[in-house]
């Protein structure tokens, strides 16, 4: 099975930016989408942003849109979030999932992210905001 794991977490002040990494011990293409799940303490898991691995198209959530970018290294089978303007609501634990639901995309993958099992998750990265 493959593994992920993150790394890029920390603390920073609200305005910040962070880049999130997540390196797959597999292919990244074996995918069909791989996405930034987070979790907040008393909050329910929101999927964060999203790429398709068949053409990179990609999703955001609207709580990060204009602030969040989802990427991917092929070559190098890792998959980043870049995050700027951080606020103190998005601290949280993020944790990098993959689905390989075959027909999921990055639309479908973060959109149930709240409810689905997606079989391959890291082991998560803390990102504190501090105001």
């Known amino acids: 099975q493959v593994q992920l794991v993150e790394s890029g977490g920390g603390l920073v002040q609200a305005g910040g930016s962070l880049r999130l990494s997540c390196a797959a011990s597999?292919?990244?293409?074996?995918?069909?989408?791989i996405g930034w799940i987070r979790q907040a303490p008393g909050k329910e898991r929101e999927g964060v942003s999203c790429?398709?691995?068949?053409?990179?198209?990609?999703y955001e959530a609207d709580s990060v849109k204009g602030r969040f970018i989802i990427s991917r290294d092929i070559a190098k089978n890792t998959v980043y979030l870049q995050m700027n303007s951080l606020k103190p609501e998005d601290t949280a634990v993020y944790y990098c999932?993959?689905?390989?639901?075959?027909?999921?995309?990055?639309?479908?993958?973060?959109?149930?992210?709240?409810?689905?099992?997606?079989?391959?998750w890291g082991q998560g990265t803390q990102v504190t905001v501090s105001s």
């Open positions: 999932a993959a689905d390989r639901l075959y027909y999921s995309t990055a639309h479908t993958m973060c959109v149930t992210a709240d409810r689905r099992d997606f079989g391959s």
């Open positions: 597999g292919f990244i293409l074996d995918f069909a989408a």
């Open positions: 790429i398709s691995m068949s053409d990179g198209s990609t």
